[in-house]
């Protein structure tokens, strides 16, 4: 294909002052060998030694970035146009915003020494020309911070810890809970009850005693964000809920920080690294949250417990290489991963000139309030009269009382347990079925913890049903209450 | 050599003060003579370092696109950048030279408690290893 390129004015005086030459290439590759082939100099100042594009220079094919094409490999069309564009940037200088760039980290790690004891810890990367003594000491030097100690959380700070992170930070306020042992594999079934971080920083210190852990138990908000965030040089998001991944995309573009993103799913994760300064931010790829409700917790939809291992590893490799320089991070790829048919996908992601937060003309320069962008409402308090414990309904039940008890859930769960004498109608099916309930029994409308059965009775008050209760903690709390021989799930 | 006028170097002084605290920028279009570089426009572009505009800055590609064509069409050529430091010296600093590329004029303005002071101008050495002050004739 015969192509022209476009070079800018501080490149022409190695191309016998033309800025404008016609050259031959199927690829932007082959176009740009063609151009070093007669103009020898060029390749210095284009190319790195190994061959690839240097830093700061940009090619775009007409318009667009190559970076967001196939790279080198973008295939030429007749008459297409190559610019080479410079990246022109600078500063002041000094510790930029609130102290930290990921070059720092090499600055710290040249104060740095490992004991011979860390030294035969790490051996199995010190004999990687691509870690050496030198990236093993920048891991060391690193500051990196994990949003979440759940599903995502735990295999990060194991591989983490285990890689010899120097400083390690976890934000988590919850407790150890029966259902996260399905997949939280920081904790064991001795440490239920207790605060996760607790368990974490024993946990981990097991495995590494070298490293600094700092605990964070507090629910992360726009008011303590910036000043966690900014002590570390790369933030993680393990969170679970869309309000805090905002949070999270948000501080870091504020504060210049790489966010190295991992979402799961029942069987389908997503893992990508956000560095505005090199690329898009989370809004970049997600403008808007999805409306409240639409896409459930693991809580509601489940996921398969191996998931959050196999990201969170992916996380842990994704900082791992930031913290070393090396290797290709996911600054501008979205990884895509479905677990169940074993398939993985890369799709590029553009920076968004238009980002309200990371684009050319930025309208956010404050953390904002995240719940209300994502449309949580305080959930509406139901009426005294509309709503029944379990001792109560057993108490009802006992005397004899013609009840009719509607359980709200799906099947599967049906068949884990259900109170004796009920009807099942899913949740979705009951405006289809409301003729088939009674309409002078009270109807008592039950789910898992009392959270769907209020929506539907919220619907069937509407509908003008007013002999209704809601089960309030659902079957779960009737198991911990009334009759333990139930499951909980 | 660069040769620009003095309300050329008031602008470039005025885009630093209305940027302060942050670093203003902006490109510098003109054309060669010979070894003088003549410039006759200047275009402010956006600070696209939103995480630490205080002491760094960045000009976005495409706009550095975007101008170059439209300089090419009126026969003018991008002849180098300017930009501002925030109560600090007209100097380049090691970010300055770390993202530098030869032949363009880095012009510098320095800008002390939202006043300008003074301006300078830089070319690259061809071994990368330090900027060159260039003279700028006024005219």
């Known amino acids: 294909m015969s192509v022209t390129i476009l070079l800018p004015t501080a490149l ?16 932007v590759r082959e176009a740009l060998a063609h151009l070093v082939e007669h103009y020898p100099d060029l390749g210095h100042h284009l190319f790195t030694e190994d061959g690839r594009l240097r830093h700061f220079v940009n090619v775009y094919v007409n318009d667009e970035d190559v970076r967001y094409l196939q790279d080198l490999e973008t295939p030429l069309k007749e008459g297409d146009e190559i610019t080479i564009v410079p990246s022109v940037a600078g500063g002041r200088g000094g510790p930029s915003s609130d102290g930290s760039d990921l070059s720092e980290i090499a600055r710290r790690a040249e104060q740095l020494q490992l004991s011979p004891e860390e030294i035969l810890r790490y051996s199995r990367h010190l004999i990687m020309p691509e870690v050496t003594l030198e990236g093993q000491r920048r891991l060391k030097a690193a500051r990196v911070l994990i949003v979440g ?7 990060l700070a194991l591989y983490l810890a285990a890689a ?23 904790y064991t079934t001795h440490d239920v009850g207790r605060p996760k971080l607790q368990t974490a920083k024993e946990r981990l210190h097991a495995i590494n005693p070298h490293i600094e852990i700092e605990t964070y138990e507090t629910r992360l908000t726009s008011a303590n964000a910036r000043d966690i965030l900014k002590e570390y040089d790369v933030i993680v998001d393990g969170t679970d809920n869309f309000p805090t991944r905002y949070l999270v995309n948000d501080a870091c573009v504020l504060l210049g920080k790489p966010n190295v993103y991992g979402s799961i799913f029942r069987f389908e994760g997503q893992a990508s690294v956000f560095y505005a300064r090199q690329g898009p931010c989370y809004r970049c790829l997600y403008p808007e949250p999805p409306p409240p409700g639409l896409v459930p917790s693991c809580a509601e939809g489940g996921v398969l417990g191996v998931l959050p291992g196999i990201i969170g590893a992916i996380q842990a490799n994704e900082t791992i290489k930031l913290i070393l320089g090396q290797g290709e991070p996911l ?19 553009r ?15 404050e953390l904002i309030d995240y719940e209300e962008f994502c449309g949580v409402e305080p959930e509406p308090v139901l009426a005294e009269e509309l709503e029944i414990t379990p001792r109560e309904l057993k108490r009802r039940l006992d005397r004899g009382e013609r009840l009719f008890l509607l359980d709200v859930r799906e099947p599967h769960e049906w068949q884990i347990a259900h109170l004796p004498g009920a009807t099942l109608i899913p949740m979705n099916r009951i405006p289809a079925c409301l003729h088939e309930l009674p309409t002078t029994d009270e109807i008592v409308v039950y789910c898992k913890t009392g959270g769907r059965s209020a929506q539907v009775l919220r619907f069937l008050y509407n509908a003008g049903f007013r002999r209704i209760k809601n089960l309030k903690g659902g079957i779960n709390r009737w198991a911990i209450e009334v009759d333990p021989s139930v499951p909980r799930y | ?30 054309w060669v003579d010979g070894e003088m570089k003549v410039v006759q426009e200047i275009r402010p572009t956006p600070n696209v370092r939103r995480d630490s505009p205080h002491n760094r800055y960045a000009i976005a590609p495409q706009e550095l696109l975007r101008l ?10 991008v002849l180098g950048f300017f930009h501002s430091h925030p109560d600090a010296e007209a100097r380049p600093s090691s970010d300055d030279l770390e993202h530098a590329w030869p032949w363009y004029s880095y012009l510098i303005v320095s800008v002390r408690a939202a006043v300008s002071e003074s301006v300078h101008s830089w070319v690259l050495r061809e071994d990368r290893s330090r900027f060159d002050q260039e003279e700028i004739l006024i005219g």
């Open chain 1, 351 to 365: 920076k968004d000139p238009q980002c309200p937060i990371c684009g050319e003309h930025p309208t956010i320069r």
């Open chain 1, 331 to 349: 600054i501008g790829r979205l990884m895509l991963f479905d677990a169940w048919r074993m398939q993985v996908r890369m799709v590029k992601v």
């Open chain 1, 12 to 27: 022409r005086r190695y191309a016998a002052e033309s800025d404008v030459l016609r050259v031959e290439g199927r690829t």
């Open chain 2, 68 to 77: 170059e064509r439209e300089a090419r069409v009126r026969g003018r050529e």
């Open chain 2, 1 to 30: 050599m660069i040769r620009l006028t003095i309300e050329q170097l008031e602008a470039i002084k005025r885009y630093g003060e209305r940027a302060y605290p942050e670093e203003g920028c902006g490109v510098l279009l003109g």
């Open chain 1, 149 to 155: 100690a759940g599903g995502l959380g735990s295999p």
């Open chain 1, 164 to 186: 010899g992170v120097g400083h390690l930070g976890i934000v988590d306020f919850d407790v150890v809970d029966f259902t996260n042992l399905q997949r939280q594999v920081l």
